[in-house]
C-alpha cells in the first residue's frame, strides 16, 4: 500500500486557489488533493477549553464541499484534451478491458453414474462444465437455483476423470443432512463421509481425521463450525501472519511519515498486536492437540456452500470516515483464507469453488473479498491485491440524504455504495462468478399477486411518537458528547427504535395493545388467509427477527402475542408453529414435513433459524415481513422460501409492515441504499458505467421508506432524484457525444490531407509514367531487358519463389519508369511499383497472371486519381455535416435545471441542510491527541 504526497511551491500555498476558490482557510487545495488521491475525507477540529479537540461542523462542511468540487472539476479536465483522452483510454482498456469472457456450455455432458430420476437444468450443465474447465468459480446462483446438485455432480464428475482425488464440501451447520442427503439423491452409490458435531469431539477427532485421509471418499461433508476445528499447519499460519506483520508496519511507517498521527495508525497498530498474539500462541496450541493438519488430509478440491458467511476477512485501507465499509474481521474467514491458499498451491491456482445466492450481502467490499479468495493472482497481476487499489479503481464514496437513525430528520453521510467502471469490474469479477440471478433463469416459480410486495402501513401511535421524541433528545445528547458511551450510544438507541416500531410493549410490557398496531394488522391478514386457503391447506411463513421467543421467557413476546391471537381467532394450536422450538436437525426435518404436508399452516420464525435450508415452499401461499431486516441478502433468502421452484401455487402474496413515523423508514431506507447497487452490479449492463440508479427491487423500498416515514416530500424526492440521474446520464452521454464528433472531424482532416498528398504524388506519377500496352512492354530485371511479357513474368516468379515469408527483395528492376521490388508474406507475392505513392501487384504461379496484375496497377493510376477526388469531396462533405452538430447544446438542460431546482426546493423544505456537518461528523469524532501536534494546531485548529 502507498501513499500520495502532493507538495507546493511557496507561491502556490499562499495563492487564492488554494485558499479560497478551490479551498479553505483551514483545508488547503493542496492537502484536498493530496486526501483525494489517498481515498481520504477531510475533517477539521478546534479545541475546547480543556484542550479536548472536537469537530468544527462549518470547516468541516466547507472543505468536504470543496474536495467534491475538485473532484468534478478533475473529471471534467481529464476529457478535455482529445490527446490525453485517447491517451488514458487505450492505458485504461489495455489494463482492464482486453479479455473476452469465455462462455461454457455444459450440454454434452452424460454425468455416468447420476440418477436417472434427477435431471439438470442448462445452466446447472453449464456450471459443472465451467468448474470442471476453470481454476477457480464462484456459484453466484439466485436462492433457489439449485446450487447443490450442481457442487455435487461437479465434484463426482471430476473425480470420475481423475481431475480430483478427496473433494470437501464445508457447508451450513443446519445442512449437514439435507446437503449429504441431496448428494445421494443425485449419486445413491457415492462413497462419503458426513461428519457431524459429535465426530469432532475431542476425543473423536483423531479418529475422524484418520478416517478422511486414509478413506477414498467421493466426498467429505462437513459443517462450517466443524472446518474451522481442522488445524492448519502451525508452520503455515505462522508464516502467513509474519507476512501481514511485516504489511501492515509498512503501511504504519508509510502514515506516520504524514507528520500528523492518524486514527488509521491506532487500529493499525491494534491489528498488528492482534496478529502478535496469535503468532505467540501458535506455539501453545501445537502442544496441545496433537492431530492431523489440513495438508495431511489428502483433501485436494474444496467447496464452500453459503460462501458469504466468511465475508469479513480482514484487510488494510488508509479511507476514513465512510459508512458502508465494513469494520470487522472474523478467525472463520482467516482460517478458510488461509485453507484455500494451501489448496490453490496444491493445484496450481485452482481447486476452490465458492457457492452463495449473495455474493455482495451488505457492502460493496465483499465483492473485492471474493475476489481475493478466488482471483488472488489476477488480482496482484493488475495491482490491485490492495483495497484502495482496488476501490480506487471501481469505487467511490457518495454523498447522500439518509434519515437520521431517530427517524426524525435527515442528514448528509458519506458513503461507500457506488461502483465506478461497472463493465471493467464484472469482467474481472466474471471471469470467476457464475452470475445467474432470477431474471437471467426465468426458474418455474410463482408469481406475486399484485406484481411486487405489498405494502401494510400501520399509524404510528401517540405513545410511539413522544418515544421517537425522547430518541431524538438522547442522540443529541450523544453527539454533544454528554452522555457516556457505555451508558447510551446510537446503537442502544437504534435496537429499542426498532423494538418499538415493531410493538411498543417490548419497551413498556405495561403499555396497552394498540387495536391498529402493525402486529395486529398482521393477525388480521394472516388470519384471512388462513381461513381462504383452508381447502388446500395452505401454509404460511411470518418473519420476525426481533422479539424471538426463548424458554422460560417471562416478558412479552411478539411470537406469543401472535400465536394467542391466532388462536382467538380459530386457528388450532397444532398448525401454528415456531422455528425455535425444533433445534436439531431431526425435529426440523419432522417440522418442514409437517408444513409440506399441511399439518403446520402458520410457521414463525427468524431469518437465522429460518432462511436457507428451510424448504417448506410446498403449500406456501404467503409470506409476511413483521420486520426489516439489516440486509438486502436477508429478504432474498427470506422471500426465496415462498418464491421457489416446487410451489404448487401459481400465485402467492408477500406482505411487508411498516410502521408510521418510526425506525421502520430508516431500515427500509437502508436496505434501498445497499440492495440498489448490489442489484445493478450482478446484472451487469455493459452500458452502465456506473451502479447508483434504483432498480425495482430498491424502488419497493423507497415506497416503504416514503409510507413510513409519514412525509409524502420524500416520495416526490425519489421521483425527482431519480429524473436527475437520468437527465445527468443524458447529459455524459451528450458529453461523450461531442468528444466523438470532435475525434470524427480530427480523423477526417487527417485523411484529407493523406487524400491530398496522394492525389498530388499520382498527378507526378501520371507525367512519369510510359506506356507498356502492346509492342511498348519492356521491362529490366536484374539489369536484364525484357520485350517479352511471359519471360519477364517466369523471372519474377522464380525470384518470388526464393523468398522467404515477411522478406522484402531490394528493389530488383524498373517498368514504366518506376523502380520495382518484391515482398512475401505468407504464402502471398506482393510486387511493389515504387513512385511518389506505392502501387501493389500480385506475382502468382502463373508468368502471364503476374505480368497481367503488373499492368492492371499501372492502368488504374485514373481510375485511382478519379476515386481519391471523389472521396476528397465525400470527407469535405462529412466535415461539414459533423460541424454543424459540433458545439450544438444539451437539449434537456432546461429540464434538468428544472429538476435540479425541484430537487434542491424539497431539500429546503425538508430542511435537509439542518445540522449537516454535526451529523456527518458524530460517528467519527475522535481524540486523536497525537494530531494536535501538528503545525496546524497554532491556527486554533487541526484536521485529519
Given amino acids: 500500500m502507498g501513499a500520495w504526497f502532493v507538495q507546493g511551491s511557496p507561491q502556490a500555498k499562499v495563492s487564492v486557489a488554494n485558499t479560497t476558490e478551490w479551498g479553505t482557510a483551514r483545508y488547503a487545495a493542496l492537502d484536498l488533493i493530496q486526501d483525494c488521491l489517498n481515498l481520504k475525507t477531510p475533517t477539521v477540529y478546534d479545541r475546547d477549553e480543556n484542550g479536548n479537540p472536537y469537530v468544527n ?7 468536504r464541499d470543496r474536495q467534491e468540487k475538485i473532484k468534478e472539476r478533475f473529471k471534467t479536465w481529464v476529457w478535455e484534451d482529445d490527446d490525453r483522452r485517447e491517451r488514458l483510454c487505450r492505458l485504461y482498456n489495455d489494463q482492464y478491458n482486453s479479455e473476452r469472457l469465455r462462455v461454457f456450455n455444459g450440454a454434452h455432458l452424460t454425468l455416468p453414474a447420476s440418477s436417472r430420476q434427477v435431471t439438470l437444468r442448462p445452466h446447472q450443465k453449464d456450471a459443472v462444465w465451467r468448474i470442471i474447465q476453470s481454476r477457480n468459480t464462484l456459484l453466484a446462483h439466485a436462492v433457489g437455483a439449485g446450487k447443490t446438485y450442481t457442487m455435487v455432480a461437479a465434484a463426482i464428475e471430476m473425480k470420475r476423470l481423475g481431475l480430483a482425488r478427496k473433494p470437501l464440501f464445508a457447508v451450513p451447520n443446519h445442512m449437514l443432512s439435507q446437503f449429504s442427503t441431496e448428494l445421494l439423491t443425485l ?15 475431542k476425543d473423536r477427532r483423531a479418529q475422524l481425521f484418520s478416517r478422511i485421509a486414509t478413506g477414498n471418499w467421493d466426498a467429505v461433508i462437513v459443517t462450517h463450525s466443524s472446518f474451522e476445528k481442522i488445524p492448519l499447519s502451525a508452520s503455515a499460519r505462522k508464516e502467513f501472519i509474519e507476512a501481514q506483520i511485516e504489511e501492515i508496519e509498512d503501511v504504519i511507517r508509510e502514515q506516520k511519515s504524514e507528520t500528523r498521527g492518524t486514527r488509521l495508525v491506532k487500529e493499525l497498530e491494534r491489528v498488528r498486536k492482534r496478529l502478535e498474539f496469535k503468532l505467540d500462541s501458535l506455539s501453545a496450541e501445537e502442544k496441545k492437540d496433537q492431530t492431523l493438519t489440513f495438508e495431511e488430509l489428502g483433501v485436494d478440491r474444496l467447496f464452500v456452500d453459503e460462501a458469504h458467511k466468511f465475508k469479513n476477512l480482514f484487510y488494510t485501507t488508509k479511507m476514513t470516515r465512510v459508512a458502508g465499509l465494513p469494520q470487522t474481521a ?14 490453490q498451491q496444491r493445484n496450481g491456482g485452482g481447486g476452490v469453488v465458492f457457492a452463495t445466492g449473495t455474493p455482495i450481502s451488505n457492502t460493496m467490499a465483499e465483492m473485492f473479498t471474493m475476489q481475493r ?17 482496488w476501490a480506487g479503481t471501481f469505487g467511490e464514496t457518495v454523498t447522500a440524504m439518509e434519515l437520521s437513525p431517530d427517524g426524525a430528520g435527515y442528514r448528509l453521510q458519506h458513503r461507500f455504495a457506488r461502483f465506478v467502471n461497472v463493465p471493467e469490474l464484472m469482467q474481472q469479477f466474471r471471469q470467476t462468478a457464475d452470475v445467474q440471478t432470477a431474471d437471467m433463469l426465468k426458474l418455474p416459480i410463482p408469481k406475486l399477486e399484485t406484481g411486487r410486495p405489498i405494502i401494510a402501513s400501520a399509524p404510528c401511535s401517540s405513545r410511539l411518537q413522544k418515544f421517537v421524541e425522547t430518541l431524538v433528545k438522547r442522540s443529541e445528547q450523544i453527539k454533544g458528547g454528554k452522555v457516556n458511551p457505555k451508558d447510551d450510544n446510537m446503537l442502544k438507541i437504534t435496537s429499542e427504535g426498532r423494538l418499538a416500531a415493531l410493538d411498543f410493549r417490548l419497551i413498556a410490557p405495561a403499555a396497552p395493545d394498540a387495536p391498529d398496531s402493525k402486529v395486529n394488522l398482521a393477525v388480521e391478514k394472516i388470519h384471512r388467509i388462513w381461513l381462504d386457503s383452508s381447502p388446500q391447506k395452505s401454509a404460511q411463513l411470518v418473519f420476525c427477527d426481533l422479539s424471538t421467543p426463548k424458554k422460560g421467557q417471562r416478558e412479552f413476546s411478539v411470537y406469543d402475542d401472535i400465536r394467542a391471537k391466532l388462536i382467538a381467532h380459530g386457528v388450532p394450536e397444532k398448525e401454528i408453529a415456531f422455528i425455535q422450538d425444533h433445534d436439531t436437525d431431526t425435529g426440523k426435518a419432522a417440522l418442514f414435513r409437517a408444513v409440506r404436508e399441511g399439518d403446520v399452516r402458520i410457521l414463525l420464525g427468524s431469518t437465522l433459524k429460518m432462511g436457507e435450508g428451510t424448504n417448506v415452499q410446498h403449500r406456501l401461499i404467503a409470506l409476511h415481513h413483521l420486520d426489516a431486516p439489516w440486509r438486502p441478502s436477508d429478504i432474498e433468502q427470506r422471500e426465496g422460501r415462498i418464491l421457489r421452484q416446487g410451489n404448487t401455487n401459481e400465485f402467492v402474496s408477500v406482505f411487508r409492515y411498516v410502521t408510521e413515523g418510526s425506525f ?7 436496505l434501498e441504499t445497499k440492495a440498489r447497487f448490489i442489484a445493478q452490479v450482478m446484472i451487469g449492463d455493459a452500458t452502465m458505467r456506473k451502479a447508483e440508479d434504483v432498480d425495482a427491487t430498491a424502488l419497493s423500498y423507497a415506497e416503504v421508506k416514503a409510507i413510513a416515514s409519514g412525509n409524502p416530500m420524500v416520495i416526490e424526492k425519489a421521483q425527482v432524484d431519480a429524473e436527475v440521474i437520468r437527465f445527468n446520464r443524458l447529459r455524459r452521454q451528450h458529453m461523450d457525444s461531442q468528444h466523438s464528433i470532435r475525434l470524427r472531424i480530427k480523423s477526417a482532416e487527417h485523411n484529407v490531407t493523406v487524400e491530398e498528398k496522394f492525389v498530388a504524388n499520382l498527378q507526378q506519377d501520371l507525367a512519369t509514367r510510359t506506356p507498356t500496352r502492346g509492342d511498348n512492354f519492356t521491362m529490366t530485371i536484374n539489369g536484364n531487358h525484357y520485350d517479352e511479357r511471359v519471360e519477364a513474368g517466369r523471372q519474377l516468379v522464380f525470384i518470388g519463389a526464393a523468398l522467404k515469408p515477411m522478406q522484402s527483395s531490394r528493389k530488383i528492376g524498373s517498368v514504366a519508369g518506376f523502380p520495382i521490388s518484391l515482398h512475401r508474406l505468407d504464402a502471398r507475392i506482393e510486387l511493389r511499383i515504387h513512385g511518389k505513392n506505392t502501387y501493389q501487384a500480385t506475382v502468382s504461379d502463373s508468368p502471364q497472371g503476374t505480368i497481367g496484375s503488373l499492368e492492371h496497377a499501372l492502368g488504374e493510376m485514373e481510375s485511382q486519381q478519379a476515386d481519391s477526388e471523389e472521396n476528397l469531396k465525400r470527407l469535405g462533405k462529412r466535415i461539414g455535416e459533423l460541424k454543424t452538430q459540433l458545439d450544438v447544446p444539451f437539449e434537456h438542460q432546461e429540464k434538468l435545471e428544472s429538476a435540479e431546482k425541484r430537487q434542491q426546493e424539497i431539500i429546503a423544505a425538508l430542511d435537509l441542510s439542518k445540522n449537516q456537518a454535526s451529523t456527518q461528523v458524530d460517528e467519527q469524532a475522535e481524540t486523536e491527541t497525537e494530531s494536535l501536534t501538528t503545525a496546524r494546531s497554532m491556527r486554533q485548529g487541526v484536521k485529519v
Fill in 57 to 63: 461542523a462549518t470547516e468541516t462542511e466547507g472543505a
Fill in 330 to 343: 472474523s478467525e472463520r474467514a482467516f482460517d478458510l483464507f488461509l485453507k484455500v491458499g494451501h489448496i
Fill in 373 to 389: 479468495y478466488l482471483q488472488m493472482a489476477s488480482l496482484r497481476r493488475l495491482g490491485l491485491q490492495h483495497f484502495d487499489s
Fill in 187 to 201: 449419486y445413491p452409490n457415492a462413497t462419503i463421509l458426513a461428519a457431524g458435531k459429535d465426530d469432532f469431539a
Fill in 664 to 670: 421502520d423508514a430508516y431500515m427500509w431506507q437502508t
